[in-house]
């Protein structure tokens, strides 16, 4: 490394191996299969893979690996464990996952406790243990597991970079369990870290990253000032530090940002690129920045060209001072695009997952540091890459972009307001007071999910396999009618997953093999890669959904997923704003909602159970998202005459800083989930005077708990307290497939019973 050189780094890299061996080794362990020792080896083993695939950086992270979650890491190495696990028998270990599910391995523990409360981190789909304060809140510095993993990448040869999430960061994600201010715990905290610094400078560590994306968005006046206190209470530990913000600007914190002692400011130069030049003039001339200019949360390739113009001046101008590094940890993208031998070539070279990214990274800090024609081959297949995807015609459909065009308000429209539709709908629904319903999915069991791998592996042929979940289609409607519920669904038996199913039959559309992203602990998640222009070939679910409404006389709904939530699911492109992709898939929902009311569908139920989940993460920006997202839910669903009836399904338990969304949406039936809220959610729409009807859910289907009859009566009639008893519907929280019908039939039949009740009651 010469001294007056860009310096090449990486914020985190994705801990859960290629082909998600990490997942495997947790789940072994959880199961008993496997002993503690055995999982630590083979988690040592992953970090060495993953330090080797960084090889050649400048500096490696160090403490970015996680057996199930990094703030639950840093909780540990801050002593601050919830009493509920203290004292418990077993290894720290045992500790650890008590905390991060409700219990450790195997059947020999029964210590179960309650599991830490999980949140999404920032506006990704990756989810933390929030940290747990109280009055009884102590910190303790445990830093050896953080000194172990140091010294394993000190002894094979990399220049090892800690990295920390920072004080505030850490106290404003967590929660206090009383009336604890977390803001009060601050001073407690601080010496902790000083000391966990001093630590890792005696063990010859020199630079240590300090996350705090708090930064990037709007902070009150006291947590502005706590950083200030922090880090003055921080400088002298003996090691650099690199205070480190992603996923946006720093806006009216910039200046805060920069005024802070500390060595060096990371700032993510994909988001916030037109904030660099304040940056650069603020910082002071021994102050290093650390530009992320590469996206660490898509997986397109770079314009290495389009950076470098931009770049070359800015190194010029830092020289030394400038390094470089993704946008944010690498945690949110798959490891290899190596792995994905399936997948359309042309797709493929777009494409850049952690490895190619760092890759990048390297052709960038060499023509930097060497000129550009040090990689000039790299340099032309990268342009050449990018000009393919620019003029593709599988990325850019004329058609659909003269459709997105003409979108104009009336497509949003209904033909009538919702009090003349409901009264049209009532008319000839003829549903019961308290209509009984479910929210779409029936069990996923054994049979079915084997069948349909059958099916994929060409074991079972198309008709076969058609006539399969035709049987479970039929069962189903036989469960319901017997059940006596009053709108059917045919129980998604054909769907893997919700937005997969969707975007296998959209053109627009590609899936990797090993595309795993972390989702939470050993959960991953593979989202669908949205690439072109979105059309709908033929229709999606009609045929299912007559078919399932052939066997019945009672109304079957139709199931679909929505704009927002297929988008918010998805990796999507980053050559056109995320509205016109969403547009562009409301406008292919809208076609199929048609459809299925041509077909004699006359109830049709759109989810969009991630609509919140796209919020940005300033408060400043989110009516301009809700506005298109709102938007196009409506496009998706407004198509349609007076007599259909729109339901909308929302699994989440926040509405009120959305609700004035919800009611613009203005679905005439929405199902969310209430059931562990004792209907105080309802409070909201009750506030807000939500005119339309509304199912809270009764049953909480997250537990295998039997609900009773009393327990859903009692709920329904907190809910009646709020909303009139005309505009309720009677639904469990959520759909089915997680359940087995040992435990759904007796729970519905409950349900049903309940609803009975509530009839008599009136
Ligand atoms: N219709 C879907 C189901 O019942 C909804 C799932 C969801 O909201 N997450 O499974
Ligand atoms: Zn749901």
Known sequence: MSLNQTR?????????????????????????????????????????????????????????????????????????????????????????????????????????????????????????IVPEFSVNTRFNLNAERLLGQISEAQAQGHRAKPVLVGPITYLLLGKAKDETRPLSLLAQLLPVY?????????NGIEWVQIDEPVLVTEL??????????????????????????????????????????????????????EEVERVVATLDSEQVLSLGVVNGRNIWKTDLSALLDWLEPVAHQLRERLWLAPS??????????????????????????????????????????????????????????????????????????????????????????YPERIAVQRDTLKLPLYPTTTIGSFPQTHEIRKARLAFRKGELDAAAYETRMKQEIEFAVQQQEALGLDVLVHGEAERNDM???????????????????????????????????????????????????????????????????????????????????????????????????????????????????????????????????????????????????????????????????????????????????DMELLDVFDAFHYPNEIGPGVYDIHSPNIPSVEQMVKLMRLAAQRIPAERLWVNPDCGLKTRQWSEVIPALQNMVTAAQVLREDQ
């Open 8 to 128: 090449l780094h990486n914020l985190g890299f994705p801990r859960i191996g290629a082909r998600r061996e990490l997942k495997f080794a947790v789940e072994a362990f959880w199961k008993g299969d496997t002993t503690e020792t055995e999982l630590l080896a083979k988690a040592a083993d992953l970090r060495q893979q993953n330090w080797q695939r960084q090889a050649g950086l400048d500096f490696v992270p160090v403490g970015d690996f996680s057996l199930y979650d990094q703030i639950l890491d840093l909780s540990f190495t801050l002593g601050n464990l919830p009493a509920r696990v203290q004292g418990l028998d077993g290894s720290e270990l045992d500790q650890y996952f008590r905390v991060a599910r409700g219990r450790s391995a195997g059947d020999h523990d029964c210590n179960c406790v309650h599991a830490g409360e999980m949140t999404k981190w920032f506006d990704t789909n990756y989810h933390y």
């Open 194 to 202: 000083a000391e966990l610094l001093q630590q890792l400078a005696a």
């Open 220 to 273: 009150a006046p006291e947590w502005q000032d706590a950083f200030r206190t922090a880090y003055a209470a921080l400088v002298g530990s003996g090691v650099k530090l690199l205070l480190t913000t992603y996923f946006g600007q720093l806006r009216e914190n910039l200046e805060l940002a920069c005024s802070l002692p500390v060595a060096g400011l990371h700032l993510d130069a994909v988001n916030a690129r």
């Open 328 to 417: 944010c940890s690498l945690l949110h993208v798959p490891v290899d695009l190596d792995s994905e031998q399936k997948l359309d070539a042309e797709i493929r070279s777009w494409l850049a997952f952690a490895q190619q990214k760092l890759d990048e990274l390297r052709v960038v800090h060499s023509a930097l540091n060497h000129g550009r024609a040090s990689v000039a081959a790299e340099l032309a297949e990268n342009l050449a890459a990018l000009n393919s995807r620019r003029t593709s015609p599988r990325v850019h459909n004329p058609e659909v972009q003269k459709a997105v065009a003409a979108i104009d308000a009336t497509l949003g429209a209904r033909q009538s307001a």
């Open 499 to 677: 937005v997969e199913y969707f975007g296998e039959q959209l053109e627009g559309y590609v899936f990797s093999q090993f595309g795993w992203v972390q989702s939470y602990g050993s959960r991953c998640v593979k989202p669908p890669i949205l690439f072109g222009d979105i059309s709908r070939p033929e229709a999606m679910t009609v045929d299912w959904i007559q078919y399932a409404q052939s066997l019945t006389d009672k109304p079957m709904k139709g199931m679909l997923t929505g704009p927002v939530t297929i988008l918010n699911w998805s990796f999507v492109r980053d050559d056109q704003p995320r509205s016109v992709s969403c547009q562009q898939l409301a406008l292919a929902i809208r076609q199929e909602v048609q459809d299925l009311e041509r077909a004699g569908i006359d109830i049709i139920q759109i989810d969009e159970a991630a609509l919140r989940e796209g919020l940005p993460l300033r408060r400043s920006q989110w009516a301009t998202y809700l506005n298109w997202a709102v938007e196009c839910f409506r496009i998706s669903a407004n198509g349609v005459a007076d007599t259909t009836q729109i339901h909308t399904h929302m699994c989440y338990s926040e509405f009120n800083d959305i609700i004035e969304a919800i009611a613009l949406m203005d679905a005439d039936v929405i199902t969310i989930e209430t059931s562990r809220s």
